[in-house]
């Protein structure tokens, strides 16, 4: 079973973490104020949580498959999800499995599939994993941060993290985002079910992007100072925005 933690009481809150990452990242996020449950699960191949799939097919679908089984063991009646970047593609993908999930918040993530060049990306990142991981995780985690000069000390400790990770979960990984659904009409079909949460300074996404990728903009918060770890760049303001969703 993957590893997870459990904090406090209160309606069910999943965080899922993203690529290179691990459940430390919600270290970040001053969530008392929530009043939730929280559940912190390392996805496979990340934090303390190993990869079991034994296909030739890596996908989003076995992570998904493995955080129900924790929701089963906990007997987990009803839950919402907070994912970051690949964190959230797995909740999405939960939100069509499981009748349980009701809400999905994307934290710098997004609900379509990949570009055809991106997908060429994810090919290149799960090659260079075995040949120079440790260049590849020195340049890529910078590169997440809007403004990296203010973060010295967060990106050296994201960094030291990933390189504890084996390059076949990096692989992996990035094998498994570049099959993903796309799941813009179900988001279309239920705006109210979905809320992003996007840094303005993230260069992995455009925002104008993702503003003509919704029929509505209701649900679409953007942090000005952030860029794909809004969490820590802007972590009051996250908090703040993740109060209202589910207050």
Known sequence: MLHFTVDREGKTLVFLHGFLESNSMWSFLDLKDLNAQNIFIDLPGHGNSAITDNSESPSIEFMAHEVLKVFNFLGIKSYSIIGHSMGGYVGLLLKEMDSRCEKVVLLNSNFWGDSEQKKKDRIRVADIAFK??????????????????????????????????????????????????DFTSEVHKNPTEYFIIHGKLDKLVDTDFIKSQLKSSKNLFVLEKAGHMAHIEQSEEVIAILKAIFS
């Open 132 to 181: 120079a991981k440790k260049l590849f995780i020195q340049e890529a985690i910078p590169n997440l941060f809007g403004k990296p000069e203010n973060h010295h000390a967060e990106i050296d400790t994201l960094i030291d993290e990933a390189l504890r990770m084996p390059p076949e979960s990096i692989a992996y990984s990035a094998l498994a985002m570049r099959e993903r659904t």
